[in-house]
């Protein structure tokens, strides 16, 4: 596959994608931003390290932004307080260099991911399906 089919298909997934969908993706790019960062630091690879872990908290902002704390009340809350922290982290893994800030907010990260793919995309279903949720 070429390039630009790749960008096409990407293009159309995220287009075509529910809002759940996108904030899986969203979970899975921040996700691997991490372990860039992390591989990059290992490396000694500081334009690289510094990069990806921007790139991680330009995604973390997003999911931030993202929420909406009428609807999702103490959770949105909590998840807003989380998403700082580990803002946060970042900042703190790019100034001192250090793996373990990284290796936290991975971890948040992961067990997040986890608890968004058990929600099932309601999206996807017929109306009666989503009422009798």
Same mark, same amino acid.
Do not use: C, F
């Given at each position: 596959?070429? *390039?630009?089919?790749?960008? =096409? @298909? @990407? ?10 969908? *996108? ?8 996700? %691997? +931003?991490?372990?860039?960062?992390? $591989?990059? *630091?290992? #490396?000694? %690879?500081?334009?690289?390290?510094? &990069?990806?872990? $921007?790139?991680? !908290?330009?995604?973390? @902002? &997003?999911? $931030?932004?993202?929420?909406?704390? /009428?609807?999702? !009340?103490?959770? +949105?809350? =909590?998840? #807003? ?6 803002? $946060?982290?970042? !900042? /703190?893994? =790019?100034? %001192? @260099?250090?793996?373990?800030?990284? +290796? /936290? ?8 991911? &986890?608890?968004? =793919? %058990? ?5 996807? /279903?017929?109306? #009666?399906?989503?009422?009798? #949720?």
């Amino acid at each position: 596959m070429s *390039l630009q089919a790749y960008k =096409n @298909q @990407q293009d159309y997934d995220i287009l075509s994608a529910t809002p759940l969908e *996108l904030v899986r993706a969203l979970y899975r790019g921040a996700i %691997q +931003a991490v372990r860039t960062a992390r $591989t990059a *630091l290992a #490396a000694g %690879q500081i334009r690289e390290r510094s &990069e990806a872990i $921007t790139k991680a !908290g330009a995604i973390i @902002q &997003e999911l $931030t932004l993202s929420l909406d704390r /009428e609807i999702g !009340g103490d959770v +949105a809350g =909590n998840l #807003a307080e989380l998403y700082v922290y580990m803002h $946060t982290r970042l !900042g /703190e893994a =790019n100034i %001192q @260099q250090a793996d373990a800030p990284l +290796a /936290e907010v991975e971890k948040l990260l992961v067990t997040l991911a &986890e608890a968004w =793919n %058990q929600i099932p995309d309601l999206a996807n /279903e017929p109306a #009666a399906m989503r009422l009798s #949720a």
